[in-house]
């Protein structure tokens, strides 16, 4: 049982991350100097605060689906969701540092809110857990849309 545990762990640990993987890549292979030369609003934190709170909602997702999977009246279709909302996370990598496509990351972006809703009414039926581990990756990309539209209007 403890085995079987965390493989399913160590399976939705590297599922989940390849998004990180794959996002922290374009960013650091393609966000210079473009990002640089680009008018911010005050709202936008430093640089360096991004690489840990994204770090933290990874693990919080990971352990989200991972507490699902192991629920009694867990269902695939939500398993399947959360995959294809990963997909979703690291394309808004893609448009927007990749291809410096503000408003394709924008729709990007309001995808995966929606997706990130979904995931969360769902969780919420089967694992309480899941459901709240949830919430402050909702909160952190509602944010990351606010700071996209701000990029919108002001470049």
């Not at 922290?24 to 005050?42: A, D, F, H, M, R």
């Not at 990756?137 to 990029?151: S, V």
């Amino acid at each position: 049982m403890f085995k079987n545990k965390f493989i399913s762990f160590v399976l939705f640990l590297i599922i989940t991350y390849s998004a990180s993987f794959i996002g922290g890549y374009v960013t650091i292979s393609l966000k210079e100097p473009w990002y640089s030369q680009l008018i911010k609003s005050n709202f936008n934190p430093p640089d360096w605060v991004f690489a840990p709170v994204w770090t933290t909602l990874y693990l919080m997702m990971t352990l989200a689906v991972w507490f699902f999977w192991h629920s009694k009246n867990r269902d695939m279709n939500t398993i399947y969701i959360y995959f294809i909302h990963i997909v979703f996370n690291a394309t808004w990598s893609i448009a927007f540092f990749g291809l410096h496509q503000i408003l394709l990351a924008l729709f990007v972006l309001l995808v995966l809110i929606f997706l990130i809703i979904i995931l969360i009414l769902r969780f919420k039926r089967v694992n309480l857990v899941s459901y709240y581990l949830m919430i402050p990756y909702l909160l952190w990309t509602t944010y990351a849309l606010f700071l996209n539209f701000n990029l919108l209007i002001l470049n």
